[in-house]
């Protein structure tokens, strides 16, 4: 399930902009007025946009962003002189003062993005060869027996290592499996 999560300095900014989103029809996961709230959200959800300003009261965007997982996208509203290097890799920008159309827009654009991402994991996952599938559930079953954990919860394990570490699950189990097993 994927987030929509605003965070800005200013409280009042970053619930004006979730009231334009909801009146969209987004759902806002959340609001913040720090990095560190944002990513307590964003553990809750396995992808998301973050929308945020270029500082808020205890990072940068760009430290965010390094702390975010791969699945999450970014949308930086800021002045363009703010970006005169240019954006972070898995950052959009929007220029300030913002366009609620644009906002919209980009939003809408971001999300069809990780949707089609989503869609092609799951056809990914369709596709493997019982090689494969018995692989992952050879290291759900390390996981479940080593660290007492359900099936569930070896699944769920082995999903958010494999989106944190930007590789797909087959790998992770490989790794997994490697690890525990020298």
């Not at 898995?90 to 159309?101: D, F, R």
């Not at 060869?129 to 079953?141: P, T």
């Amino acid at each position: 399930m994927s987030s929509v999560i605003v965070v800005f300095p200013k409280r009042e900014t970053s619930a004006n902009i979730r009231n334009i989103l909801v009146r969209d029809g987004i759902d806002v996961s959340g609001i913040c007025t720090t990095g560190a709230q944002a990513l307590q959200f964003a553990d809750n959800f396995d992808d998301g946009i973050i929308i945020c300003g270029y500082k808020m009261q205890d990072m940068l965007y760009s430290e965010l962003r390094e702390w975010l997982p791969e699945s999450y996208e970014m949308l930086l509203v800021a002045s363009p002189d703010k970006w005169s290097q240019g954006l972070v890799k898995g950052v959009v920008g929007l220029p300030m003062p913002v366009k609620v159309y644009d906002l919209l827009n980009t939003v809408e654009m971001m999300t069809q993005t990780m949707h089609r991402r989503r869609r092609k994991r799951r056809e990914a996952a369709k596709n493997r060869n019982l090689e494969q599938k018995a692989l992952i559930e050879q290291a759900k079953a390390v996981l479940m027996e080593r660290n007492k954990m359900t099936e569930e919860e070896a699944h769920r394990y082995l999903q958010k290592s494999s989106m944190d570490s930007g590789t797909n699950m087959l790998e992770t189990a490989q790794m997994i499996l490697t690890i525990m097993l020298e």
